[in-house]
C-alpha cells in the first residue's frame, strides 16, 4: 500500500493551497481517508476525514477554510484550503482506515502517506 501526499507549499497569509493523495495497492472505495497534520513540537491531529460515500467530518479549526473530496475513480483524494493562517503551517499526512466513520486519533489509521510541508507566511 502506498499513499503518496503532494501540494504542499510556501504561501502567504490568506492564500490557498490544494494538497493530493494518490492511493496505490489498496481497494481505495473501501477506506475512509483523512488528513491530519503535525507541527514541530505538536501531536499528530485530524484535519478532515470523508467516508467512501462521501460523508465529511472537519476539525473545528478548519471548518469554513477547506474542503476535502475523493475521487474513487482515480484513487485520490484532495484537501482544498484557503484563507490560510501561519498557526496552519506544518505537515500534513493523508491516512486511511476500513472503519467506516471518520475517526480523529490517528491511532485507528492503518496507512500513511510521506507528509507535504505546508508553510504559511504572515
Known amino acids: 500500500v502506498q499513499l503518496q501526499a503532494s501540494g504542499g507549499g510556501l504561501v502567504q497569509a490568506g492564500g490557498s493551497l490544494r494538497l493530493s493523495c494518490a492511493a496505490s495497492g489498496l481497494t481505495f472505495g473501501g477506506y475512509v481517508m483523512a488528513w491530519f497534520r503535525q507541527a514541530p513540537g505538536e501531536q499528530r491531529e485530524l484535519v478532515a476525514g470523508?467516508?467512501?460515500?462521501?460523508?465529511?467530518k472537519y476539525a473545528d479549526s478548519m471548518k469554513g477554510r477547506c474542503t476535502i473530496s475523493r475521487d474513487n475513480a482515480k484513487n485520490t483524494m484532495y484537501l482544498h484550503m484557503n484563507s490560510l493562517k501561519p498557526e496552519d503551517t506544518a505537515v500534513y499526512y493523508c491516512a486511511a482506515q476500513r472503519m467506516n466513520r471518520v475517526l480523529v486519533s490517528s491511532r485507528f489509521y492503518e496507512y500513511w502517506g510521506q507528509g507535504t510541508l505546508v508553510t504559511v507566511s504572515s
Open positions: 470523508i467516508t467512501s460515500s462521501g460523508t465529511t
